[in-house]
């Protein structure tokens, strides 16, 4: 089945620094990719999705590119800032009649002053 | 702005016990959906609807229940709590169904606790 791996558990940082959080996946159908964010106690909220190759997408100075080849779609930002602070999830929508959303582990992202 | 609303917000209770989740959304969307939320934040999908009718319902133990009256609420009841039930229960809903954009909007989640 469908899969989404998130190899960072926890991504420690100073604010200022840039980031990059891994994201790859498995799929047998044309893939929609997603971050979503979640703030300690606030629900999950889409932050970037994607589903054209090779194509930037950005969203609050975050960005992320969905590369099909390497079946990777990993989110990036070139200056953190102390509110991005959060649990970062990758998710991956099967384009199929099922319309299931599949998330990954989640990374969290802690930045320091 | 909040557009799925949970009810209750949380919720403790006692192993064997019945418990019951609302959620309701004003988006106008077709698709609506349970997850589940683990201790370490694992989400997991458990139910999705379609227009009141059941598309996805992964591997969750028969207590769980979902109940849709119409395409902007889906219920969902656990017949007899288990201690592994603990969880916060997400709302979610999404516009479109089959072959979609996926994303989805979620409530601010239910969290149950069994003693």
């Known amino acids: 089945g469908d899969s989404v791996t998130q190899t960072e558990g926890l991504v420690t940082l100073t604010k200022g620094l840039p980031v990059m959080l891994n994201c790859t996946y498995q799929t047998t159908y044309s893939p929609f990719l997603f971050w979503y964010v979640q703030h300690l106690n606030e629900a999950p909220k889409l932050l970037l999705k994607?589903?054209?190759?090779?194509k930037r997408t950005e969203h609050q100075g975050f960005y992320a590119t969905l590369h099909k080849s390497s079946s990777s779609f990993h989110l990036q930002k070139s200056s953190v800032q102390l509110s991005d602070s959060a649990l970062y999830f990758c998710a991956l929508s099967e384009a199929s009649n099922t319309d299931k959303v599949v998330f990954g582990t989640g990374t969290r992202l802690q930045v320091s002053p | 702005e909040t557009a799925v609303f949970q009810t209750p917000n949380y919720h403790v209770t006692q192993v064997g016990n019945e418990v019951s989740f609302n959620c309701k959304q004003t988006?106008?969307?077709?698709?609506m959906y349970w997850y589940k939320q683990d201790s370490k934040k694992l989400l997991k999908i458990m139910f999705s609807y379609n227009n009141k009718q059941l598309i996805v319902n992964e591997t969750v133990p028969r207590r769980f229940s979902p109940q849709s009256s119409d395409k902007a609420h889906l219920n969902l009841r656990i017949k007899s709590v288990e201690p592994e039930d603990s969880a916060v229960y997400l709302c979610a809903s999404s516009p479109h169904w089959g072959g979609s954009t996926g994303q989805l909007y979620f409530g601010e989640g239910s969290k149950l606790t069994v003693l």
């Open positions: 994607s589903s054209t190759d090779n």
């Open positions: 988006l106008g969307h077709d698709t």
